[in-house]
Nanobody, 120 residues
Framework: QVQLVESGGGLVQPGGSLRLSCAASGRIFSVTAMGWYRQAPGKQRELVASITSRGRATYADSVKGRFTISRDNAKNTVYLQMNSLESEDTAVYYC??????????????WGQGTQVTVSS
C-alpha cells in the first residue's frame, strides 16, 4: 500500500505564494507520474499539474506561468510552487501518484487533501 502525505496549504492573500509538498511512502518499486489536482466547492476535481519521472511537466491553462511543479525522485516527493495566487485558486488540493509496487503491480494513490484559501 502506498501512502501520500501532503503539506503546505493555508491562507494567503491575493498575489501571494504557497508551496505544497507531497511525499509517497510504502512498498514502492517506482513512481512514474505524480501530480496535483484541486476541487473547489461545487466544482469537479481538475488536474492542476503533473510531472513524469523524467521531469516532463503538464499544466492546466489557468495556472500556466504562475505554478511550477517539480519532484525529487530519490525522495518520491512532488512539489507545487504557487505564485501570484488568485481567489479562483481557492480549493482543496490533492496529490496523486502512479507507479509500480514492490510486487511490480500498478498502483494509483491519492493524498488526503490540503486546503488552499486565497483571500484578503
Amino acid at each position: 500500500q502506498v501512502q501520500l502525505v501532503e503539506s503546505g496549504g493555508g491562507l494567503v492573500q491575493p498575489g501571494g505564494s504557497l508551496r505544497l509538498s507531497c511525499a509517497a511512502s510504502g512498498r514502492i518499486f517506482s513512481v512514474t507520474a505524480m501530480g496535483w489536482y484541486r476541487q473547489a466547492p461545487g466544482k469537479q476535481r481538475e488536474l492542476v499539474a503533473s510531472i513524469t519521472s523524467r521531469g516532463r511537466a503538464t499544466y492546466a491553462d489557468s495556472v500556466k506561468g504562475r505554478f511550477t511543479i517539480s519532484r525529487d525522485n530519490a525522495k518520491n516527493t512532488v512539489y507545487l510552487q504557487m505564485n501570484s495566487l488568485e481567489s479562483e485558486d481557492t480549493a482543496v488540493y490533492y496529490c496523486n501518484a502512479e507507479g509500480l509496487s514492490h510486487r511490480l503491480e500498478t498502483f494509483e494513490s491519492w493524498g488526503q487533501g490540503t486546503q488552499v484559501t486565497v483571500s484578503s
